[in-house]
């Protein structure tokens, strides 16, 4: 059974989130966004979810009312559908959107976290199925207390940046028309400006930094390059090895 809206939002926008379905509570966003595979560019905001999720399984929750869940639906084309480009794709654009509201620059940590100051404000959740759905949950209202009392001393909301609540209307309408700007250059064919701007939020080239790789492998060297293509490390022993951005699970950078 598909849940009926308590609301629907429009946003002038092109490619995403023309119809935004606004429900008070859902087990998760993503979840009841893949009752809307034949309907792209759908969006899917919930004031509270029961059973959101995170990356590798994790949970996602927040209390009510206090961040962004939100879940976009796309069919994308075969060139750019792939968690890798996605995922890139979906934080350039949100850290252009915190960027409207706080005039911070939020970092990608390796594959799906944004931060700010280093403390994470919003992750990212890709699943692919029927059509590919996006899920992004961003702190809007919580303080310090409410992260520290929930044992996460290294998150941050727009209300701790800017000491000021954050209405969820203009949370969504920044947020949704940062992914329809950068959807479209992506359909444009203007893959390298996004992928430059992704490669400037990561801030990884150059620097020391240890993988974790899909096989169990830990591996140690210097970040030479990074496309959605490939990333090419320079290991201890001066070799250079190529790997492709799914084989990735983790990239830490490395204080020398």
Not at 32 to 37: N, P
Not at 112 to 128: A, F, P, R, S, T
Request: hydrophobic residues 45%; negative net charge.
């Amino acid at each position: 059974m598909v849940l009926t809206p308590n609301e629907e939002w429009q946003f002038p926008t092109v490619h995403i989130g023309q119809r935004i379905l606004v429900y008070d509570e859902v087990e998760s966003t993503n979840s009841l966004a893949t009752s809307f595979t034949s309907t792209p560019g759908v969006a899917i905001v919930a004031r509270n979810q029961t059973a959101g999720r995170g990356q590798h399984g994790r949970t996602w929750l927040s209390r009510p009312g206090a961040a962004l869940l939100l879940s976009v639906v796309l069919d994308t084309p075969p060139e750019i559908r792939r968690a890798s480009i996605l995922t890139a794709w979906a934080a350039v654009a949100v850290g252009d959107a915190i960027y409207s509201h706080t005039s911070l620059q939020a970092r990608i940590k390796w594959p799906n976290d944004l931060l700010v100051h280093g403390k994470k404000i919003c992750g990212i959740l890709i699943e692919q199925g029927a059509a590919t759905v996006v899920g992004i949950g961003l702190n809007l209202n919580q303080s310090a207390a409410e992260f520290a009392d929930a044992g996460l001393p290294d998150a941050t909301s727009l209300r701790m940046l800017t000491s000021r609540e954050t209405q969820l209307r203009d949370a969504v309408g920044s947020v949704i028309a940062a992914l329809d700007g950068e959807y479209r250059r992506l359909l444009e064919g203007e893959r390298i400006a996004v992928e430059s701007d992704w490669k400037w939020r990561m801030g990884l080239l150059g620097r020391p930094v240890v993988l974790d790789l899909t096989d169990g492998t830990v591996l140690h060297g210097r970040m030479r390059e990074m496309s959605f293509d490939h990333l090419q490390i320079e290991t201890e022993d001066g070799s250079v090895r190529s790997l492709v951005p799914e084989s990735v699970v983790h990239v830490r950078a490395v204080t020398v």
